[in-house]
């Protein structure tokens, strides 16, 4: 048997043997490039909310015994405060504070709401930081302390001060100051009344035994500062909520801090995309196409 070609079948063989190795080529150079993952830019997408860290700074000075606000000013706060921890985001990080003449950390930062509910149950007289002074200035350092976090952590962090605003002379400006720059807004929850009330005397046993007096032997009545827990807000980006049951404004609160997680979280990073079964699609489609250009042989 002998196997010919015309000119002109040799010309077709030629045309499709190249066309055949042209089509190969492409196909190598697409898995090539398949293997490499590569990817285009799809636009930017918003990152969903997340947590943030809450610190609850709560004031716990005698005057916090008054009774100008039932049963009495700091047991309104930590019923405030069981409100506001029932019904905070699960992704939420909380922490506890006190403060008097100084500040103590009483709860770390954590998840755990029953471990920051027992702390807070334990605000009695006879447990408070014993000091008759009060510093704003003391409480939020600490919470402030309580807040850093590593560079680059993007959880926000915000503190929730509940106080009467009564203050002897620290520099809360200062600290508010501290607060705006790293960009921890105070919420304030003020507690009391413009009228005022006697404030206990307590023993160191923590037992009510009649109530302060003032330098001149006068019976001290202890008033809301509300000018003073409006300034904490306003220089540091927060907001007053003023008494009234312990669940209105602890709705109000709430509020403010989903838009505030939202602001924390509000970022647009890049999507990508994964172009490489595209690239094996096609590189399979020139693969079939190739089979269909292999030469044919006449023989005779």
């Known amino acids: 048997m002998t196997f010919w070609l015309p000119p002109e079948g040799v010309n077709a063989w030629w045309r499709g043997a190249s066309g055949q190795w042209l089509l190969f080529v492409l196909a190598t150079l697409l898995f090539s490039l398949a293997l490499m993952r590569p990817r285009w830019f799809a636009g930017k997408v918003p990152v969903p909310a997340q947590g943030v860290d809450i610190v609850l700074c709560i004031d716990v000075s005698h005057s916090m015994l008054c009774e100008d606000i039932k049963p009495s000013r700091l047991e309104f706060a930590q019923t405030l405060a069981a409100n506001l921890l029932a019904r905070l985001s699960a992704d939420d990080r909380v922490g506890l504070v006190v403060f008097g003449g100084s500040g103590f950390p009483l709860c770390p930062l954590t998840h755990d709401r029953a471990i920051v509910m027992t702390y807070l149950s334990l605000l009695e007289p006879s447990v408070m930081v014993y000091n008759p002074t009060t510093y704003l200035a003391e409480g939020l ?160």
């Open 141 to 300: 350092q600490t919470a402030l302390r309580l807040l850093k976090r590593p560079s680059g952590n993007p959880r926000g962090g915000v503190i929730v001060l509940i106080s009467d605003g009564e203050d002897q002379g620290s520099d809360w400006q200062g600290v508010a100051k501290r607060c705006a720059k790293e960009g921890v807004p105070v919420f304030v929850i003020p507690v009391g009344t413009v009228t005022g009330a006697l404030v206990p005397n307590l023993t160191e046993q923590g037992k009510v035994n009649g109530y302060k007096r003032d330098a001149k032997g006068n019976i001290a009545i202890s008033r809301l500062n509300l000018e003073t827990l409006q300034g904490i807000a306003r220089q540091t980006g927060g907001k007053v909520y003023m008494p009234y049951d312990g669940v209105r404004e602890v709705g109000q609160l709430l509020s403010d801090l989903t838009t505030y997680r939202r602001q924390v979280w509000t970022k647009r990073v890049a999507q990508w995309r994964e172009i490489f079964p595209l690239l094996l699609f096609v590189g399979v489609l020139l693969l079939l196409a190739e089979t269909f250009l292999t030469p044919r042989w006449q023989g005779r």
